[in-house]
Each structure stands twice: as C-alpha cells, then as structure tokens.
DNA sequence: TGTTAATGACTGTCCAGTCAGTCATATTGA
DNA sequence: TCAATATGACTGACTGGACAGTCATTAACA
C-alpha cells in the first residue's frame, strides 16, 4: 500500500488547516464523538501530525472555541462613543454584524458547542461569560440607558435587563442548528420585528 | 467479598427510577460521558440490571427526553378555548408554568440536552419539533392572531413570528445552566419585562 | 421446588495518545 | 551547479485504558 504524498507546509498555516478541520469536525458531531483521526482525514494529513501542533483533544477544542472571540463586541463598543447615534441603529447594528459574522458562517455552530459542551469544560464557559457576555452586557446597558432617557424606549424596564436583547439572537442560532431543517425562520424579520417592538417608532412620520 | 443485598422492585417502579438517574447523570455529564454503571450506581442497582428495563444506552436517552413533553402544552392549549381571557394573561400562564415545571426543576437540563446532543439524535430533534415547538408555536399564533386584532399588541406583527415569544424563555434556560454560577439572571424580572414591552400597558388606568 | 429478577465478571470494540521510522526540503561544500 | 548531509515535519501501526453490552450464576419469592 503507497503511502499518501507528504507534503509540507508552514506551522502556522497547518495549524490554521487543522482548526479548520476540527471546527467542521466539532459542529457535525460534538466533542465526544469526534475521532482525532477525523479531524487529521478532514485536514489532509496523518493522525500523529495533529499532535505536533496541539497537545490533547481538549486543548485543541478549548484553541477552537476561545479563537472565536469576534470582532463584532469591538465594532458595536465602538460606536457608543458617540453618543448622539439612537440607540436603536446600534442595536441593529449588533444584530447585523452578529447575523454576518456568526448565524451565517461557520461560527453559529461553535455557538452551539458552547451551549453544548460547557457544563464540560468550565474554562471555556468562564471565558465565555468573561470576555464576551459580560462585556456585551455592558455595552447593552450604556446603550439601553441612554435609550430610556431620551424615550426611544417602548417600555424603559428594558435597560435593567438587557440580556433580554440578546435572546432573539440565541433563538436565531438555535433554531438555525436545530430546527431550520423543519421549518425555516426568518431570522431578519424576527430580529426586525422585535427592534419594532422595544423602540418607539422613529418619528411617527411614514 | 459479599454481594450486594438484592432488591426485587415492581418493574414500573424500577423503570421509573432508572429514568430518574438517568435525568441526573446526562444532565450533570451529557450522553457521551455518562456510563451505563454511572446510572445503575444512582439507582441503586448492577448494571445489568439496566439492560433488563432499556435495550441500550441510545434507547435510554431516547425515552428519557421522549418523556419529558410535559402537560404545559395542554394547559395552554386549553385556555385559548376561552376567548375572553386576554392574551397577555394566556403567555403569562405560558411563561408561569414554563418556570415552575422547566425552568426550576430537573427539566430544565432536558432541555439543554436537548439543545446539546440534538444534532446526535435526529429522532429527538424531529419529535420535538414535532410534539412540542410546532403545538406550541400553533398556539401563539392563535393568542398573538387575537391579540393583535384587539389591539393588545404594541407591535402587531409580532403575531407573525410567535418565535420570539419564546426566545426569552429559552435565554432563562441558557442562562440558568451556563452562566447562572457566575453571575445571577433574575429570570422573572426578565420575562415580566416582555410582557409588559410587548403588550400594550392594561388599562392606562393606576 | 421452580421461576424469574438481579448481579458483576467478562468480552470485544473503539479510540486517544505514542513513537520509531520515513522522506521532503534546506544547507553545505566542492 | 550539483551531490552529500542534516533537519524536523510527517506518518501510521501500536498500546493501554475505558466502557457498552453479555451471560452464567445467584438470590428472592411463589
């Protein structure tokens, strides 16, 4: 039997080949049932040279998942500097950018895994609750804030809870990696229709 | 070494406490690392004695989440034969009970597992869609449908993707078995607020 | 005494992680 | 320019442990 042609590569591409490889790996089948040999066939190379470039499956679940830190918190942080953009244009901002850079890439299943897989590993849910919702969080608040006191609110309540904003969001991706096989959901007009909702109309105007 | 004293058991009850391990032991570890002398240990029992009552450990799984579609759909349902009762008290009753049978109790974990190892068992996920979000959705629809002719909605079409009246109950769950240890959601305060964002405030009156 | 629930040692399989050996490429020196 | 040699990326057969599922034996009850 021929061994397969050898090829070699830079580190660090082979390195981002292979999480490549694991992220579709991951999201197909979990952690559990994701055979290393898998994700090595996925990447086009041999078992062993996983392990040149990452020390155990958990380490490279746990590169995976924590690589994923978007850019999307620093996009929307940035733009409560100014203050005089309404509150409802960041939010749709928030949204967009998390329908581009997540619910319509590969990244909506690294969501799923998160939800999945954390009660299993502590580490990524601290970071997780750490470094992205904790943060976005915050955001929310100064930007729901400020809502509430110039009225663009329906209901000001909102800007005590702001984790509220964010479950159209987890819906969308839920639904995306579960049930959008069923039954499709349009996930812009859900997450349209609940902007809708909280703000007051803009202007009254038509 | 002596053997365990043996217990015989009405088979029914047996059955009963087995599902019962089960819950905890896949909630605590999910399908994968759960072992199938893990459940028995919890029940009080040798593993063979679980293969007397399930055929395997997928088919354990599969009758546990199976199970689990609890009578919140049939209170629900029931209440919209009365059209008179408001709609706003009908998702209320939805989000009361959703708390007191799911969210405070061992289901909750049902449900994340369902969110988890959905993708590995289609069988689950299709019954799901199927016995629950799709009965339930039906529902909404009916009671937004109402609603929003009434008048009772602040944002009528909101009737339209009956989705989002789920989402904050599914972000209470998220949030309760992922970041709850870090950082506490107030869960009532949460779903209270939707209700009183996406209904048109009672009366004006006070 | 016969019937059946219950037991737990056992078997076969699967897979994470290892490592001795291989070969593509770079470097050296003529 | 072209061997000769060195380097380390790459390979895949192998090992050790874990665990799902089995079944011969044992204990409980009628």
Redesign the interface.
Known sequence: MPEKKRERRDPELRRAEILKAALACFA??????TRMEDVAARAGIAKGTVYLHFPDKERLFIELVSGIASPILGEVGGMIQNETIPARTVVSMFYSLFKREVLETERRHML?L???????FPVV??FY??EI??KGLAILRVVLGRAAARGEL??P??A??P??V???A??TV??A???EG??H??AQ??LD??L???FVPEGGAK
């Open positions: 197909e089948r979990g952690f559990a049932a799923r998160i939800l999945a897989e954390g009660p299993m849910t601290e609750h750490r919702i904790t329906r209901n309540a909102v005590e809870v984790q509220l964010m479950a159209p987890l819906m839920v639904w990696t579960l049930f069923y039954e959901l349009d007009k859900l229709t609940f809708n909702t909280i």
